[in-house]
């Protein structure tokens, strides 16, 4: 069982910035980030892969970056540019396979219970 907690979720002003953290119990060649909001599925925003590969939305393009240090098995994701359209929980999520690792939910194996981020306009 692989655990996750994530971590730098918070309020910030349109057009500000937040970085959020993942630590991981151990290593997993895929990891990603999702986001949920009230009454809406769980969308992907971003992953990368065991040789830092990485795959991101439209909508956060520019944006947000994916990133991760190995060593320590953490993830990130800098969120710049903020809009109040990114405000939702955000899961990181980690999976076993190096077959598919990508913007699926069913790529990944482990998820963390989330950190809320709000922007306001």
């Known amino acids: 069982q692989v655990r996750l907690l994530e971590s730098g979720g918070g309020s910030v002003q349109a057009g500000g910035s937040l970085r959020l953290s993942c630590a991981a119990s151990?290593?997993?060649?895929?990891m990603g980030w999702f986001r949920q909001t009230p009454g809406k599925e769980r969308e992907a925003v971003a992953f990368?892969?065991?040789?830092?590969?990485?795959g991101i939305i439209d909508s956060v393009k520019g944006r947000f970056t994916i990133s991760k240090e190995k060593a320590n098995s953490t993830l990130y994701l800098q969120m710049n540019s903020l809009k109040f359209e990114d405000t939702a929980m955000y899961y990181c999520?980690?999976?076993?396979?190096?077959?598919?690792?990508?913007?699926?939910?069913?790529?990944?194996?482990?998820w963390g219970q989330g950190t809320q981020v709000t922007v306001s306009s």
């Open positions: 999520a980690a999976g076993r396979s190096n077959l598919s690792c990508g913007l699926i939910k069913a790529d990944y194996n482990f």
């Open positions: 151990e290593y997993t060649y895929c």
């Open positions: 990368i892969n065991g040789f830092d590969g990485t």
